[in-house]
């Protein structure tokens, strides 16, 4: 199921009026062409000036290993190659015009359904549509991050396993842990090295660098799943060039997990996500923008729909935000996925 664009109109003349101003930026929104299959738990990332959106799950946690590109030019969709591993929950990251694709969960074999932690890694060359396996990861995970400094990719955080278990898969009715993981790949060489462990375990996060340190945004604890995680609202920041990650950051004003995220100069946004407690199933609209120069948050006009698992990144000035599951954790009857293709535009006075 998926929300009908039928909303367009609303959402257009919602953009029209809607103009927010700060101290160095100001922000409006607008809506672009819908997504063609609308999913959750897809990544985005800009690559050559193009938009790509890679992921998706199905029913019964079934990947859907989509490639999709975007181009602002024409404000179209063109479908690419699937991945060649349909997984889910995987790390996404560009350098030098190539895509990485690290870790992520597949679907067991046989028996029932469950996620299974992955140590693939893939690099998706866009212009040539073309995928090539790459040395695996030292620890297999799902769920982590990934950023890009001085021409390496680290990959943080995810879940998996516990050490020593004999389970080859995470359920949320089995024990299994949040990640502290931090592990690097080298392109050069196509060798990875393990660096120093990241303070707080944790997954579904958002990531983003500002002058070559890496800042690890909220999030969720104990769990890979929302039913039994803990969401958390906590902002870790690392220095590849020491290895070291510094004291806590300025917390994120909204604890949540899944969101999207995208940077642009100098400020890390994070859009979306979704909580689940014993009262409360939801998903956020909310944008917030943290600023490392400063150590501060800047909450930002929100989105027309609430979502989860949603793609996201910067196109220049431009945070596009795609599909994503309106209803948190989802179940038989509640997985609802938009077509939605919001747009925040960022423009300084």
Do not use: C
Not at 93 to 105: D, P, T
């Amino acid at each position: 199921m998926y929300v009908s664009w039928l909303a367009r109109a609303a959402l257009a003349a919602f953009a029209a009026i809607l103009l927010f101003s700060s101290t160095a930026y100001a922000q409006k929104w607008a809506t672009l062409a819908p997504f063609p299959e609308p999913s959750e738990e897809v990544y985005g990332v800009a690559a050559g000036g193009k938009l790509y959106v890679i992921g998706g799950l199905a029913a019964a946690w079934t990947p859907k290993g989509l490639v999709y590109e975007y181009d602002p030019a024409g404000d179209t969709w063109t479908k690419k190659r699937n991945m060649p591993l349909l997984s889910h929950h995987v790390a996404v990251v560009e350098l030098n015009g190539k895509i990485y694709v690290m870790g992520g969960f597949t679907k067991p074999a046989t028996g029932p359904t469950a996620w299974v932690p992955i140590d693939n890694a893939w690099e998706y060359d866009p212009a040539k549509d073309t995928w090539r396996a790459l040395a695996p990861l030292p620890t297999k995970r799902g769920s982590p991050v990934a950023a890009v400094v001085a021409g390496k990719i680290y990959v943080i955080g995810g879940a998996g396993t516990h050490p020593g278990s004999k389970e080859t898969s995470i359920h949320s009715a089995r024990p299994h842990r949040a990640l502290d993981t931090n592990e690097v790949y080298d392109p050069a060489t196509n060798t990875w090295q393990t660096r120093s462990t990241m303070p707080t375990a944790r997954n579904h996060s958002a990531i983003g660098v500002v002058n070559n340190k890496i800042y690890v945004i909220g999030g969720r604890i104990g769990a890979g799943f929302i039913t039994t995680a803990s969401n958390v609202d906590i902002v870790e920041e690392y220095d590849p060039a020491t290895d070291q990650w510094g004291v806590l950051k300025a917390p994120m004003p909204t604890a949540r997990s899944a969101p999207a995220w995208g940077t642009y100069r100098g400020r890390i946004y994070v859009v979306g996500g979704e909580t689940r407690n014993s009262t409360l199933s939801a998903t956020f609209r909310k944008v917030e923008a943290y600023e490392p120069a400063t150590n501060t948050w800047h909450t930002l006009p929100p989105m027309v729909f609430s979502r989860h698992g949603l793609a996201g990144d910067f196109i220049g000035n431009r945070l596009h935000l795609v599909s994503g599951n309106v209803q948190s954790g989802g179940g038989p009857s509640a997985h609802i996925e938009t077509e939605a293709h919001e747009v925040l535009e960022i423009g300084g006075k």
